[in-house]
């Protein structure tokens, strides 16, 4: 997606009811860590697909455990950014390596409905998901879905401030 921020509203929206299995920060910055790599294809016209390795269920596995044990390695500035925005944060490994994955596979489903050079089933090049949703309608999915996302975020920061009360 040219616009990764678009991926915050349908990842956070997954993410914060998914709490008790998943790291909300590891999973909804997933989504956006994994564009580094058609960032860098760009940025240095490198020889390599735009959407590459990464941009695939299986490369996802390696990236997305990856991410998840460097998230790992910065868990206490990850407590203190989630301090900062009133949530609760109780880090552990193997929840962290988890997000990771299935923060870079829901990257891949997403970016699986726009983009014709994404393999999500690589080695296969087939996509079962190309334009069974229109760009401008993903966007607007995409966008509708940082409502429920602010909403579920304000929930957990009302809970967050009434633990701290009581």
Not at 33 to 52: A, K, R
Not at 77 to 103: A, C, D, Q, R, W
Request: charged share 10%.
């Amino acid at each position: 997606m040219p616009f990764t921020p678009f991926h915050f509203g349908p990842s956070a929206s997954v993410a914060f009811p998914l709490k008790k299995y998943l790291d909300i920060p590891v999973f909804v910055l997933a989504n956006v860590v994994i564009d580094l790599e058609p960032l860098t294809v760009m940025v240095f016209s490198l020889p390599y697909p735009v959407h590459g390795f990464f941009h695939t269920l299986f490369g996802g596995i390696f990236i997305g455990a990856l991410w998840g044990i460097i998230a790992y390695a910065m868990r206490n500035l990850l407590k203190k950014v989630m301090g900062i925005f009133h949530l609760n944060y109780n880090p552990k490994l193997s929840t962290m390596i988890l997000s990771g994955i299935l923060g870079f596979w829901f990257h891949v489903f997403i970016d699986s409905f726009m983009h014709a050079d994404i393999k999500p089933f690589y080695p296969s090049s087939y996509n079962p998901l190309y334009q069974i949703v229109s760009t401008p309608n993903l966007y607007l999915i995409c966008a509708i879905l940082f409502i429920p996302a602010f909403i579920f975020y304000i929930k957990d920061v009302l809970a967050y401030n009434k633990s701290k009360v009581d």
